[in-house]
């Protein structure tokens, strides 16, 4: 088994940063893309940013500028570095990441989710 454990989240005052981290481990041969999304109350989720194993990155419209992603090969894990947090931020943030098993399946692994708390 794939398992993806997220930390870092919190409440934060809006101006303010947090570093979120998310560790791949189990039964893996190969990590792919991993991505960070989100998803507020009463909306869908959403892609936030991703990176892949050459570490080109992309990000929504709304992060652009203030959110930076990273990821360490080695440790097969990705960080989101979060920059002036806007109250629109708010939400719980999952990471995402596409990996080879020991199967030799390509598949698609999520964490739990860590919630973002932006107070105005």
């Known amino acids: 088994q794939v398992q993806l454990v997220e930390s870092g989240g919190g409440l934060v005052q809006a101006g303010g940063s947090l570093r979120l981290s998310c560790v791949a481990s189990g039964r893996i041969r190969s990590v792919n893309d991993m991505g960070w999304y989100r998803q507020a109350p009463g909306k869908q989720r959403e892609l936030v940013a991703s990176?892949?194993?050459?570490?080109?990155?992309t990000y929504t419209d709304s992060v652009k500028g203030r959110f930076t992603i990273s990821r360490d090969n080695a440790k097969n894990t990705v960080y989101l570095q979060m920059n002036k947090l806007v109250p629109e931020d708010t939400a719980v943030y999952y990471c995402?990441?596409?990996?080879?098993?020991?199967?030799?399946?390509?598949?698609?692994?999520w964490g739990q989710g860590t919630q973002v708390t932006v107070s105005s």
């Open positions: 990176v892949t194993v050459a570490s080109s990155t």
């Open positions: 995402n990441a596409r990996v080879l098993n020991y199967g030799l399946l390509w598949d698609d692994y």
